[in-house]
């Protein structure tokens, strides 16, 4: 593999890495710390009910910026791994599955135990004998389902006091005899109120990048 690589025409050699670069949003979305931030934070600017502030792509910007603090390790490590035998032999293959290899550690302390297994038996018949074992194929999907039902749970989390707040204000605007007036209009600046008293934005962000192990 590594010789037929290597006679390999240079441009086909560009093809495949460019094939190879056009995985990397797949997998910076998909198979990092990205996805609870992005589902948390949209989850939360609903709950607040401001529909376009702040903006998507701040929120956006602010998950690449945390998954960046979060990953760093992982991706300097990932460098460090994969380039040593690209540098000795040139194996594009062999520096791929070494570099990969702190991507799936991280994904496994994400995962959880049954949605591992399930992907486990769909892919092979054979139980692996050890984590080592088991393929980044089968470790992602189950990553990123562990990853939507951590983030809907943190979203859940956040998502009642303000709900309870919406109530409160519908039940009050009901006794006052106001039912054309939006619950949702006048409960918006008590929820900023509250929000920016007990400093959510650092509670909230201080709480998902601690949520990693």
């Known amino acids: 593999m590594d010789s037929v690589l290597k006679d390999l025409n240079p441009i086909l050699q560009i093809l495949m890495v460019m094939s190879i670069f056009s995985f990397l949003p797949f997998m910076f979305v998909c198979m990092t710390s990205f996805m609870r931030y992005a589902i948390v934070f949209g989850f939360l600017k609903q709950a607040l009910g401001a529909q376009q502030i702040p903006p998507a792509i701040i929120l956006v910007g602010l998950s690449i910026i945390l998954t ?66 088991v393929t980044i194929f089968e470790v992602a999907p189950a990553y990123i389902l562990s990853e939507l039902k951590t983030a809907f749970e943190i979203s859940f989390i956040i998502f009642v006091p303000f709900i309870v707040l919406d109530l409160v204000i519908a039940n009050v605007l009901l006794a006052l005899g106001m039912f054309m007036l939006s619950p949702t209009i006048i409960s918006l600046p008590f929820k900023l109120l509250i929000f920016i008293a007990v400093d959510g934005w650092g509670l909230i962000v201080n709480g998902l990048v601690g949520s990693f192990n």
């Open 68 to 133: 960046f603090y979060t990953m760093g390790p992982v991706f300097q490590q990932m460098y460090e791994v994969g380039s040593k035998p690209y540098q000795e032999n040139g194996s594009i293959p062999l520096a791929i599955a070494e570099g990969s290899k702190p991507l799936k550690e991280f994904m496994l302390k994400q995962t959880r135990e049954s949605d591992l297994a399930f992907f486990v038996q769909l892919a092979r018949k054979e139980a692996p004998e050890s984590v080592e074992d």
